[in-house]
Nanobody, 121 residues
């Protein structure tokens, strides 16, 4: 599966952005999908994941209540709605796909190219 992330940009603290990740290739609904991020000088970290048909989601504690992951299997797209953004959310955001039901990022074998999100204070 090939993944293409988009929707990043520059936003003020407290603002919102919606990231999209379009998939092509094998059947999209075969994959658990996730978002990960890597901030400046930081290691890549898990943000959120969603099961194949969207029934189960997981989110990192740092984004719970602010970020929502969703997917539209008819459009082969996964989304990350980000509200109440904080400067510490500044990072390159990556979408990823796994053939396993997992929140462990090392088990995601397919990655998009990343989209930059910058939150100004």
């Amino acid at each position: 599966v090939q993944l293409q992330a988009s929707g990043g940009g520059l936003v003020q603290a407290g603002g919102s952005l919606r990231l999209s990740c379009a998939a092509s290739g094998r059947t999209f609904s075969s994959y658990t999908m996730a978002w990960s991020r890597q901030g400046p000088g930081k290691e890549r970290e898990f943000v959120a994941s969603i099961s194949r048909y969207g029934g189960i989601t997981h989110s990192a504690d740092s984004v719970k209540g602010r970020f929502t992951i969703s997917r539209d299997n008819a459009k082969n797209t996964v989304y990350l709605q980000m509200n109440s953004l904080k400067p510490e959310d500044t990072a390159v955001y990556y979408c990823a796909a796994s053939e396993r039901i997992t929140t462990m990022m090392h088990e995601y074998g397919y990655w998009g190219q990343g989209t930059q999100v910058t939150v100004s204070s």
